[in-house]
C-alpha cells in the first residue's frame, strides 16, 4: 500500500502560484460594495508585507452570526444577566472548518466565503483584521474521544477526500485577492499531534497517526502558499502536556512534523494552547513550592507531579523546549482564554492556611474542575479574558494574543446519545452522572441537558458570563483591559422605513456611522428589540393583525456601544399574514434581502407553520433563484424544503432559510407554502 505520505510527494503541485500584486483593483470594488451595508470606511491597497504578529495593531473580525446567538439570549434573559450578556456579544471569535459542507455553508451556519466577505466590511481602513479560522476535520478525528469525531474515516481514501474536497477547497477561497488584505490566523488541527504524544497506544489512534502527520504537514504547507494566511499549531494545554515527559517528546514532534513542510519552520506562526479547554491562565494563589513534609506543591493530587499549574506556565515551557528544537525565536503563543476565566461565587480569594497538601490545593485553585482531564462542559467555568493582542505581563510566554477560538456558548458534547450526520458520537465524559476512568474514576462535572458538539447550549453560556473572570464591566477589564475605551455611540440610525404585509413588517434603514465601526443593528417594536441584523434591513414576523407598531432602528459598535433610538415610524399591519388564509397543515413564507452587491445578494425566508403544523414544508423559491450558498434547507427544482432538522414544523413554530445568491435581489415579500 502506498501510503499517505507518499502519495503526497508524488502528487502533482496544487495551488502552488502565489497571488501577491495582481488584481487589486478587483480587490478595491467587492470591498467597498460588500462594506456598503455597515458603513464602514475600506479601501483596499497593496497586500502587507508578512509580519511578525498579525495581532499587533489589528481588529479582529466579530462573526455576526456568534453575535446573533448572544444577542437572542440576552434578549431571553433580561435583566442584569442579558446586560452582561450584551457586553460581549462583539468579542472576536473563530469560524470552525469542521466538516467539507461548513466551507459552502450548512445548517449550522453561511461558509467561508460569505464570513470573509463579512470580514472585509469590517476591516477599517488603516488598521489590519485578523479572521481567526480554525482547521479540523482530519480523518480519524478525535481519535482519543467520541463527541467529536469527524467524517472522514483513518484510511487513505479519508486523507485523499481531506486533502482535496476540504484543505484545496478552503485554500482556493482563502487565495482569492479579494482576502489578501486580511490577515488570516488558522488554528491547526486541534488535538491532534498532542493525542500522538500521550494517546498512542489508543488504537485509534494508532490507525490516525499517519494520517494526522500527513495531513497536519499538508494543511500547513497549502495554507503557507497563500501569503496571508498565519498558521498556528494547536499545542493542548497544561494539564495535558505540561508533564516533562509529555513535553518534550511533543516539542519533538512538533518540530518533526512542521520541519517536514515545504518551508519548513517558515510555516508556522507560532502555537495555540488550551483550544476549546478550560485550564486557567494563571493560578494566583499557588507556586509549585515545598509545602514540607507533604512534598512540592506539584505532588498534590490534582496535580499529579505536573509543574505547568496553568496556560502561562505552559506557554513559557513550550516556547523553551520549541526553541531548542530550532523553532525561530520569534514564534509567537495564542491561548484560547475563552472559557479559562473560573470567576464567581466559589472563586476563592486567597491562598489557603491548610496544612495538608491535597486541601491546601483544592481550596487554593481557581480551577474548579474535580480532574484536569474533565473537558467536556466543566460546570463553574467562566469566560476569560476578552481577546487581545501582545498581552503584558507574561514575557516568558511570547504571547501574541488572547483569542476565543471555542465560541463560548457552544456545545462541547452531547450529554446524551444524539442522532447526527456528522460522525459526532456520545462521548461519557460529556455525562454528568459518569465516573470516569480517565479521571481517577472522579464524576465529569460535565453540564447536564447538553447538544451535540458546536451547538448553541444557552445554560453553558449563562454560566460562563455569570462566572466570568475577568468580570464583564470590572474597571475596565472588560472588554480586555483598553487604556482608553471607546465610549463613543455610533450614529443614530436615518432614513427609517417600514412596510406591512400582513402580520410581517420590513424595515429597512441607512448604515450608521462609528468612530470604531458599526457590527450590527437592532430593530425595536415598541420599544422591545425585535430581531437583530448585521445589514441595513430586517423582516419582524409574528406580529398581531390591524395593529399600530411604532418601530425604531439602534446601532451598536465593535466596543459594544449602542446609539439612541432612531425617530419612530409608525406601521400598521394587515389583516393576516399577507399569503392564502392558513389551512390545514398549511403554511406561510415571507421572503425579505438582507443584503446586496452588484452582480449578488443575501436573503432569508421565513417559514411559519399554520395552527396544525407544516410537516414536510415546501416554498415556491423566488423566480430564477440561483443560489452560491444556501443553509437552513435545500433548494431543488424551484422548491425549498426543511433540511433534516427542520423539515417538520410544529404548529406556529418558524424556521428562516438563508442564502447568498446571484444576481438581482427578488422583491421582498410573501412566497408560496404548503
Ligand atoms: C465541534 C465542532 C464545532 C466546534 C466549535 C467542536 O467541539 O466538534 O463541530 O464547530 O467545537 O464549537
Same mark, same amino acid.
Given at each position: 500500500m502506498r501510503s499517505a505520505w507518499e502519495r503526497r510527494k508524488g502528487a502533482p503541485e496544487r495551488g502552488r502560484q502565489r497571488r501577491r500584486g495582481r488584481a487589486a483593483a478587483t480587490t478595491a470594488a467587492v470591498a467597498a460594495l460588500v462594506a456598503a451595508p455597515l458603513g464602514a470606511a475600506t479601501s483596499a491597497g497593496a497586500a502587507e508585507p508578512r509580519v511578525d504578529?498579525?495581532?499587533?495593531g489589528a481588529d479582529q473580525y466579530v462573526n455576526s452570526y456568534w453575535s446573533d446567538n448572544v444577542e437572542a439570549a440576552a434578549d431571553r434573559a433580561g435583566g442584569s444577566l442579558g446586560d452582561s450578556m450584551r457586553a460581549v456579544a462583539n468579542e472576536p471569535t473563530s469560524v470552525w472548518m469542521?466538516?467539507?459542507?461548513a466551507i459552502e455553508g450548512n445548517a449550522d451556519g453561511p461558509g467561508l466565503r460569505a464570513h470573509l466577505d463579512a470580514a472585509v466590511a469590517q476591516k477599517r481602513a488603516g488598521t489590519p483584521l485578523v479572521f481567526n479560522l480554525v482547521i479540523y476535520d482530519l480523518p480519524g478525528r478525535d481519535c482519543y474521544a467520541?463527541?467529536?469525531?469527524?467524517?472522514?474515516?483513518?484510511?487513505d481514501e479519508g486523507m485523499q477526500r481531506y486533502e482535496t474536497e476540504y484543505i484545496d477547497a478552503i485554500v482556493d477561497i482563502l487565495d482569492? !485577492?479579494?482576502? /489578501? #488584505?486580511l490577515r488570516i490566523v488558522a488554528t491547526v488541527e486541534p488535538d491532534s499531534l498532542p493525542n500522538l504524544v500521550t %494517546?498512542?497506544?489508543e488504537p485509534l489512534c494508532q490507525q490516525a497517526a499517519p494520517y494526522y502527520r500527513e495531513g497536519v504537514a499538508y494543511a500547513l504547507d497549502r495554507l503557507h502558499d497563500v501569503g496571508n494566511v498565519y498558521s498556528y499549531i494547536d499545542a493542548a494545554h497544561a494539564g495535558w502536556l505540561g508533564w516533562p515527559n509529555n513535553a518534550q517528546p511533543a516539542a519533538q514532534l512538533f518540530a518533526e512534523v512542521v520541519g517536514?513542510?515545504?518551508?519548513?519552520?517558515?510555516?508556522?506562526a507560532g502555537f495555540v494552547t488550551n483550544t476549546a479547554n478550560?485550564?486557567?491562565?494563571?493560578? !494566583?494563589?499557588? /507556586? #509549585?513550592?515545598?509545602?514540607?513534609?507533604?512534598?512540592?506543591?506539584?505532588?498534590?493530587e490534582f496535580y499529579q507531579? %505536573?509543574?505547568?499549574?496553568?496556560e502561562a506556565d505552559w506557554t513559557a515551557h513550550l516556547y523553551d523546549l520549541l526553541v531548542a528544537e530550532?523553532?525561530?525565536?520569534s514564534i509567537g503563543m495564542l491561548i484560547d482564554?475563552?472559557?479559562?476565566?473560573?470567576?464567581?461565587?466559589?472563586?476563592?480569594s486567597a491562598e489557603s492556611t491548610s496544612t495538608d497538601l491535597n486541601t491546601y490545593v483544592d481550596e487554593s485553585r481557581?480551577?474548579?474542575?474535580?480532574?484536569?482531564?474533565?473537558?467536556?462542559?466543566?460546570?463553574g467555568a467562566g469566560l476569560g479574558e476578552r481577546p487581545q493582542a501582545? !498581552?503584558?505581563?507574561?514575557?516568558?510566554?511570547?504571547?501574541d494574543a488572547f483569542v476565543?477560538?471555542?465560541?463560548?456558548?457552544?456545545?462541547?458534547?452531547?450529554s446524551e446519545e444524539i442522532d447526527n450526520d456528522q460522525g459526532k458520537k456520545f462521548d461519557?465524559?460529556?455525562?454528568?452522572t459518569f465516573n470516569s476512568p480517565k479521571l481517577d474514576?472522579?464524576?465529569?462535572?460535565a453540564l447536564p441537558d447538553a447538544p451535540l458538539?458546536?451547538?448553541?447550549f444557552e445554560s453553558q453560556f449563562a454560566m460562563l458570563v455569570t462566572n466570568a473572570y475577568p468580570p464583564i464591566g470590572d474597571g475596565g477589564t472588560d472588554?480586555?483591559?483598553?487604556?482608553?475605551p471607546d465610549t463613543t455611540a455610533p450614529s443614530v440610525p436615518q432614513g427609517v422605513t417600514a412596510t406591512a404585509d400582513g402580520t410581517s413588517v420590513s424595515v429597512s434603514w441607512s448604515a450608521s456611522t462609528d468612530d470604531t465601526r458599526v457590527t450590527g443593528y437592532s430593530v425595536l417594536v415598541d420599544g422591545e428589540a425585535a430581531t437583530t441584523s448585521s445589514t441595513t434591513s430586517a423582516t419582524v414576523t409574528g406580529l398581531d393583525p390591524k395593529t399600530t407598531y411604532e418601530i425604531t432602528v439602534t446601532a451598536r459598535d465593535a466596543a459594544g456601544n449602542t446609539s439612541a433610538a432612531s425617530e419612530p415610524v409608525s406601521v400598521t399591519t394587515g389583516a393576516?399574514?399577507?399569503?392564502p388564509d392558513p389551512v390545514e397543515g398549511a403554511c406561510t413564507a415571507v421572503y425579505s434581502t438582507t443584503n446586496s452587491w452588484s452582480g449578488g445578494y443575501q436573503g432569508q425566508v421565513v417559514v411559519t407553520a399554520g395552527d396544525d403544523g407544516a410537516p414536510g414544508w415546501a416554498v415556491t423559491a423566488p423566480a430564477g433563484l440561483s443560489t452560491t450558498n444556501l443553509w437552513g434547507g435545500v433548494l431543488s427544482g424551484g422548491t425549498i424544503t426543511g433540511a433534516a432538522w427542520n423539515a417538520d414544523l410544529a404548529p406556529g413554530a418558524s424556521t428562516t432559510v438563508g442564502f447568498v445568491a446571484n444576481g438581482t435581489a427578488p422583491a421582498d415579500g410573501p412566497l408560496a407554502c404548503d
Open positions: 504578529n498579525p495581532f499587533a469542521d466538516r467539507i459542507s467520541l463527541a467529536s469525531n469527524g467524517e472522514l474515516p483513518a484510511a482569492d !485577492p479579494a482576502y /489578501e #488584505d %494517546n498512542s497506544s517536514s513542510t515545504e518551508a519548513g519552520f517558515d510555516s508556522v478550560s485550564t486557567p491562565l494563571t493560578e !494566583p494563589f499557588l /507556586e #509549585d513550592e515545598n509545602f514540607g513534609s507533604g512534598g512540592f506543591v506539584r505532588q498534590a507531579w %505536573n509543574t505547568d499549574f496553568d530550532g523553532f525561530p525565536s482564554t475563552s472559557r479559562n476565566g473560573w470567576g464567581g461565587p466559589d472563586r476563592p481557581v480551577d474548579r474542575r474535580n480532574h484536569r482531564g474533565a473537558w467536556c462542559n466543566p460546570s501582545t !498581552p503584558s505581563g507574561y514575557p516568558d510566554s511570547h504571547l476565543w477560538v471555542k465560541p463560548p456558548g457552544e456545545s462541547d458534547g452531547a461519557r465524559m460529556c455525562d454528568p474514576g472522579l464524576l465529569t462535572g458538539a458546536g451547538q448553541w472588554p480586555g483591559p483598553d487604556p482608553d393576516d399574514d399577507g399569503g
